[in-house]
């Protein structure tokens, strides 16, 4: 079974060929980041007009380096959401142009289940029921894998992501965009001295909140010597929020009974988090680097468990810049 899996929910136009959901063919990443960096964030309409113009030489790359002619897929997958709607838009109307012209399905993916699904491309055996946290830069949520593509939602952030949080904090620490790994390197050159808050909530609670951290950290900056104290700022940051992970991740673990998380999304390409997470008492896995950010094998992964439970979607398939992860069934047709 080979899938095409495609993703451009947000500066990233990417395109993959997956045998099974579990052997990556081909993976072709284009990165807007360039693009972005001077405006500090990704804007939207210069991300949908750059889709346009990448999405069919990635897709085209993504058959060349697997060695697979077009007429020999099974399916396209595509995330339909969540993320910047005008980019959704782009790689939906392609995958149903793809999809109507060669006579495969098309399969609709979420794109957290896509994040997840990264670990069934690393992971061979792995197979739920297992704990999963997403560290992104749109979603810091904890869930219940069930089954594949069954979860219950455990826990989310009141406010900022993760890793939004690690990109406002880059820009008051006058770093580029995308702050989290440009953060992640200052740190190593400080000391976490500087105390900042740590929010944890309810004590049983598997929410977070980091826009109290966030501001703190903007305050503190105009408080210090930002020549002297930058990368202790940082590190402090940075451990601090890390703190909070681990203790949510302890929460999680006691809560469900479960021994086994996978950590997803962006931020779980950070050192650092994967050094301190040696030290939770359970199974932590997280797909290799190359595949924690945003990627089409990952699509290609989830879209596989679902066309494998009869789930394809119509070619009314519409691009949701906001969508559950439970709310997904609407956008499926049984074949
Ligand atoms: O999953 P992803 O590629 O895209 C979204 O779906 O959001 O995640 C991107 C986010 C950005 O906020 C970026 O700053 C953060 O992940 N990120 C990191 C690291 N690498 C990427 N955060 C902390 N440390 C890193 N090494
Ligand atoms: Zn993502």
């Known amino acids: 079974m080979l899938i095409l899996g495609i993703e451009t929910s947000c500066d990233e136009t990417a ?24 405006f500090g964030g990704v804007v939207p309409e210069l991300a949908s007009r750059n889709h346009v113009e990448k999405i069919v030489p990635v897709v085209e790359a993504a058959f060349h380096q697997a060695g697979v002619k077009k007429e020999q897929i099974d399916a396209v997958a595509v995330t339909c959401g969540p993320g910047l709607v005008g980019p959704l838009i782009v790689g939906v109307s392609f995958a149903k142009a793809l999809s109507y012209g060669l006579g495969v399905p098309l399969i609709g993916v979420h794109h957290l289940d896509g994040h997840i699904a990264a670990n069934y491309l690393s992971f061979r055996d792995l ?4 704990l999963a946290l997403i560290l992104s830069g749109g979603h810091s949520h904890f869930y219940n894998v069930r089954a594949f593509g069954d979860y219950e939602l455990l826990g989310a952030t009141r406010d900022d992501a993760l890793g939004e949080a690690f990109d406002k904090v880059a820009r008051t620490l006058d770093l580029p965009y995308p ?3 440009h953060v992640e390197k200052l740190a190593l050159e400080g000391e976490p001295l500087i ?7 309810e004590e049983d609670s598997l929410d977070f909140s980091f826009s109290g951290i966030k501001s703190a950290v903007k305050m503190v900056s105009e408080k210090i010597d930002m020549n002297t104290q930058r990368a202790h700022l940082a590190s402090s940051f940075q451990e601090t929020v890390f703190a909070i992970v681990t203790e949510k991740i302890r929460r999680a673990l006691a ?5 086994r998380i996978v950590i997803a999304g962006g931020v779980a390409a950070n050192q650092r988090l994967r050094e301190l997470l040696k030290e939770i008492p359970a199974e932590v896995l997280y797909p290799p680097l190359s595949i924690c950010t945003d990627n089409g094998a990952m699509i290609a992964a989830a879209g596989y468990y679902s ?14 810049a906001n969508l559950p992860l439970s709310s997904t069934k609407d956008m499926w047709i049984n074949y």
Not at 15 to 38: C, F, W
Not at 255 to 259: A, D
Not at 308 to 317: A, E, M
């Open 15 to 38: 395109a993959a060929i997956v045998k099974d959901g579990r052997e990556i063919l081909s993976n072709v990443i284009y990165t807007q980041i360039p693009l972005h960096m001077p």
């Open 127 to 130: 197979e739920p029921p297992f």
């Open 179 to 181: 702050g989290g790994p």
């Open 195 to 201: 105390e900042l808050p740590m929010t944890l909530l």
């Open 255 to 259: 809560k469900t009974g479960e021994n």
């Open 307 to 320: 066309w494998k439970q009869g789930k394809c979607s119509p070619l009314s398939l519409n691009a949701r």
